[in-house]
């Protein structure tokens, strides 16, 4: 007997750096998801914090974050919550060459309103060129949330791949 789990899982991300010295920035973030598999149907996230480049070269940047957000989430059960959290994340980037790249970002968000419950969202990109304009690309996702729903999963892992196009 086998068993199968389908998620329908949509999660956009903006961020806005603003840069005021080689290695320091502030940013703004704003992000949406849909996440089925944890009961999620919308959650939207705003914020913004500081940074800063620890690595910083041609090749690779390593970047730590901190920051504060707003949490709107609206659940399939109907149960509404609006909370603040806490923003600890980092970002890595690695050229390897002029062909391949790899990105990596990881976000945890304790909740201070609601304490104990946390959720964090990481994903690892490998980006191919093939052309000069044409790119193969992988992505490993995962969504976490401590506290779903009863009945819902608490991680939403995801393989993504596709056809890049720079304009």
Known sequence: DSSSLTSHTISSSVREDFIFTPTNFV?????????STQGLYLRQT???GFGHDVIRNSSTTFSLLGGATMVHEK???????QTAAVLLGERFGKQFNKRMRLDHNLNFYPN???TGEYRFDTSTSLSIKVRSRLSLNTSLIDLYLSNPPPGN?????SISTGIGYTF
């Open 27 to 35: 940013f703004a973030l704003a992000q949406i998801d849909h996440v």
């Open 46 to 48: 705003y914020g913004g």
């Open 75 to 81: 659940f399939f059960t109907g149960a509404y919550d």
């Open 112 to 114: 201070i309103s609601q």
């Open 153 to 157: 999963h608490q991680n939403n892992i």
